[in-house]
């Protein structure tokens, strides 16, 4: 069975520090894709980004970066010169593709971390 | 592009009494529909999909049904609502395959059972 373990349960910084959200994966699949979104306080859940399993590039999106490594079944999560408005809950999320694409992209996420960035 | 809406967008119930809380989608065809619950504590649950018309899978037994009675609109019901069932609801929709698709979340609604 497929699981997603986020270990940090709060994070609180101070603007303009670093700060990184780990996401830890079980899945028996070789091919599955995973997810991070966003929930700001409003509720509603933002797509940040998407990584299937063949893909272990890391990507850099302006002050968000992702490290994804097979090796340890990670798919961190960076913000770089965090700002107020990063301030969310964090939901990093698999897919796997079942056998004859048969999960039909059913999502199992992690519990989430509240990022909090003071000013 | 695609929309999607939720209504309403907070309930307030009492205990034993009926639930519809409404799902729709613009700007595509056939997507995969889905209903999660978000309950204090943070993390979202899977409740139901749906692949087609009329087509329904649940992932957890409760007290709650969903229905798809138009390829974009997803509707979550229950006949008797349970003080367990407060929580935030998110109605999601993805492209079909042939490859997992982005699952994209609309508003939500937050419902609360007294």
């Known amino acids: 069975a497929q699981k997603v373990t986020q270990a940090q349960t709060e994070i609180s910084v101070v603007e303009k520090e670093d700060v990184t959200l780990d996401c830890v994966y079980e899945t028996r699949d070789t091919t599955y894709y995973l997810f991070w979104y966003k929930q700001p306080p409003s509720g509603e859940l933002v797509f940040l980004i998407r990584r299937n399993s063949f893909d272990e590039q890391n990507e850099i999106s302006g002050r968000y970066s992702w490290n994804f490594q097979k090796s340890t079944s990670s798919f961190n999560f960076t913000i770089t010169a965090s700002q107020v408005v990063d301030s969310a809950v964090y939901f990093c999320a698999l897919s796997e593709d079942g056998a004859g694409g048969t999960s039909y992209g059913k999502l199992t996420f992690g519990q989430g971390t509240i990022l909090t960035v003071h000013p | 592009s695609q929309t999607i809406h939720q209504w309403p967008a907070t309930l307030v119930q009492p205990v034993g009494s009926p639930l519809s809380l409404e799902c729709t989608v613009e700007?595509?065809?056939?997507?995969?529909l889905y209903w999660y619950r978000q309950a204090a504590g943070r993390g979202l649950q899977l409740l139901f999909y749906?692949?087609?018309?009329?087509?329904i899978s649940s992932e957890v037994p409760q007290n709650l049904s969903a229905s798809r009675p138009q390829d974009r609109q997803f509707i979550l019901s229950s006949k008797k609502l349970l003080l367990s069932d407060s929580g935030f609801y998110l109605c999601?929709?993805?492209?079909?395959?042939?490859?997992?698709?982005?699952?994209?979340f609309g508003p939500g609604t937050r419902l609360l059972v007294l």
């Open positions: 700007g595509t065809s056939n997507p995969n």
């Open positions: 999601a929709w993805a492209g079909q395959r042939p490859t997992v698709e982005t699952q994209y």
């Open positions: 749906s692949v087609g018309i009329g087509q």
